[in-house]
């Protein structure tokens, strides 16, 4: 007949998925693509992001993500990573690396911590100093960010 309803194992949440494939390097049995692990990424600092624009007079919104409350942020620092899941190169030299990183997640009420829920990807710092960044797809799209203030 199946398990009654408090014997079944607990939904994971947005949080617990991500740091369980990300943080722990645990796919799920299913998953065959590529993932990036990166064990430092709840050690490292985080900044705020929004979209950057030409306009330089015009509002400075933060991005957002794609569900309520969701916004954007990039790691202060670089992390190191690896790839993980049944696609991933063999060959070390592609399948690691240090990068930025761009996450989404949700601010706590009082804005002192980050509820990761999604790993966005690697993001390129454009120059030193400027607090740009821009992140690529695998279709030769880009988006540029700038770290809020």
Aim: proline letters at 8%.
């Amino acid at each position: 007949m199946g398990l009654k309803r408090k014997d079944r194992p607990k939904k994971q949440t947005d949080e617990q998925k991500f740091e369980a494939e990300h943080i722990e390097g645990r796919n799920p049995i299913k998953k065959k693509s590529v993932n990036k692990v990166i064990p430092d990424l709840l050690t490292v600092g985080l900044k705020g992001l929004r979209i950057s624009t030409r306009d330089r007079g015009g509002p400075k919104v933060p991005a957002e993500g794609t569900k309520p409350g969701q916004r954007k942020f990039v790691t202060k620092e670089s992390v190191p990573w690896r790839d993980n899941g049944a696609r991933a190169d063999p060959d070390p030299s592609i399948s690691t690396g240090q990068d930025h990183f761009i996450l989404t997640g949700v601010k706590s009420p009082d804005g002192a911590k980050v509820k990761t829920e999604h790993l966005d990807g690697p993001a390129e710092l454009l120059l030193p100093g400027t607090g740009q960044y821009v992140k690529r797809d695998g279709m030769g799209r880009e988006e540029i960010y700038s770290e809020t203030s």
